[in-house]
């Protein structure tokens, strides 16, 4: 891959914006283990190895295991492993990031109604639209993996 635009040091008000909405999910009620749920299954579905690779450290520093961190993309396969209101949360990560498909369906929204407020509900929203973004900005500029 060759070397892209840095959108950092290119357009640092962007980058403002997006820490900004990164500094509102720091501080929203719903876990970090919710969190980083959603930021890796949309980083791999998006296939960003970049968020991939950050995500997945962060998560561990977190204390997630690596069998639940090696599961996620067949989470449906290994719902023994998924709490149900983490399962909610990664289908809902699935459909909104693919949302050209349906979006989020009444069916899951309901499924979401039934154990979250309409607070975490839109903090979920957030969260996934906020790593969408990123996977998006990481793919486009072929952002490199740090080692």
């Not at 690596?66 to 809902?92: C, D, G, P, Y």
């Amino acid at each position: 891959m060759g070397k892209r635009i840095n959108i950092g040091e290119t357009e640092p008000l962007a980058f403002k914006a997006m820490y900004g909405l990164e500094g509102y999910l720091a501080k929203a009620e719903i876990s970090r283990t919710l969190k980083e749920l959603i930021k890796i299954r949309a980083s791999q579905i998006n296939n960003c190895a970049y968020c991939i690779d950050m995500h997945t450290k962060d998560a561990i520093k977190n204390g997630e295991s690596n069998q639940r961190i090696f599961l996620v993309s067949a989470w449906r396969e290994a719902t023994k492993f998924f709490t149900e209101e983490e399962q909610i949360v990664l289908e809902m990560t699935e459909e909104i990031t693919l949302i050209h498909q349906h979006g989020l369906s009444d069916e899951m929204y309901r499924k979401a109604s039934s154990i979250f407020s309409e607070n975490q509900i839109a903090q979920i929203i957030m969260a996934i639209v906020i790593i969408n973004s990123w996977n998006r900005i990481a793919v486009s500029t072929h952002k490199e993996i740090e080692e």
